[in-house]
């Protein structure tokens, strides 16, 4: 007999809402019995369907609910699904790079599917969805017909499923690099070894936007393999890109002499650091960029998290020569949008400086957020004139 699920009385408000994740501490009771992985149905405390998902007893996770009525999680299932979401980021005209598939925001938990020119970069995050592992490759098989597909299910996530991180192709052949063009500009995507699934394609509009402010000498913080600094480039008169990672500042140096730009140099070293011994030096730059990697993962690290995002902003203002612009990201959402205004409000008054909003922007939008579930809305994308 399948799992039935029981909820605490009260607790099916939040899911009902649209949340797919079902705690362990919200249940009150488990019927039937099945194999781990396997569906369950979840009921409210006074007998009322909620919906179905995979059940993990090994999470705190308990269900991840993706269907509300009749459906079955066959491979037409998950074809349609898939095929509804790309047709979304379709319609909004999205054709070479792209994310398919954003988990619980397109009724998908724990699925990603992220699409580089002719390849797919895929992530199965939880167990359940890792079962369905290959009806989910055929499915995309059909739909895309790509030239390869490549696993990057190496996040520490999985531990919590129980799971193993693992990576490596599913289907096809993929290259080491894939070529993909994203506002105009080639980037080479490293998708076995580079962050996530191999790029952020979730600032590629806020990359475009940057170019508006990028006149005169850049300095871009946390660049990786270089999204910003080679938008940058189309319009600056000298780019400097910053990472302590030697691949990272390889990669963009391979994808500055793609593009033919030779404004761009790279350099190696901690941003805290960098930015410090600029102050020392008393260099300033027209625009700075940070857009470090995630400071916080769970909310016991906000404090931390805080005073570090506190500290680079803070000292990359004092680096903006009066006139020009400080763009500060932040991608956890733990530090959430009114807590990163706080924090850049406390770093205005601190530098001494006249600091004025220009643009705030968040995620694309093929990285829909739900509105039932604050864990997909979390990018943050500011523009600060400092005058």
Known sequence: MAYEITLKKGEEKRIIAGHSWVYANEVAKICGKDKNGSLASVFSFD??????????????????????????????????????????????????????????SDN???????????????????????LRKKIIVDSLIKLFNPKGIYERSDVSVRKKEGLAEIKGILYGEVPDYVEIMENGVKMLVDIKNGQKTGYFLDQKENRFAARRYCRGEVLDCFCNSGGFS????????????????????????????????????????????????????????????LDPPAFCKTADEIKDAYRG??????????????????????????????????????????SGRLVRYAEIKTQAPDHPATLSADETQYLKFFVLHIV
């Open 230 to 289: 080679l938008n940058a480039a189309t319009v600056a008169d000298k780019v400097i890109a910053c990472d302590i990672s030697p691949l990272a500042l390889k990669n963009v140096e391979d994808n500055a002499k793609l593009n033919g730009f030779k404004n761009v140099e790279t350099l190696q070293g901690d941003v805290f650091e960098v930015l410090r011994n600029f102050r020392k030096e008393k260099r300033t730059f027209d625009t700075v960029i």
């Open 47 to 104: 007998g009322r369907f909620i919906g179905k998902g995979y059940i993990n007893h090994a999470s705190k996770i308990l269900v991840r609910i993706f269907i509300r009525g009749n459906e079955t999680d066959d491979e037409n299932f998950y074809y349609e699904r898939i095929k509804a979401a790309n047709d979304y980021r379709v319609k909004l005209g999205y054709k070479n790079c792209y994310r398919v598939t954003f988990a619980e």
């Open 309 to 350: 995002y506190k500290d680079i902003n803070l000292t990359a203002m004092k680096l903006v020569k009066c006139g020009g612009f400080l763009i500060t990201c932040s991608c956890s959402h733990y530090m959430s949008s009114t807590l990163f205004e706080k924090m850049i409000a406390e770093a205005a008054r601190e």
């Open 108 to 130: 998908l938990p724990a699925l990603i599917i992220d699409k580089y020119g002719d390849y797919l970069s895929v992530q199965f995050l939880a167990l359940g969805i890792d």
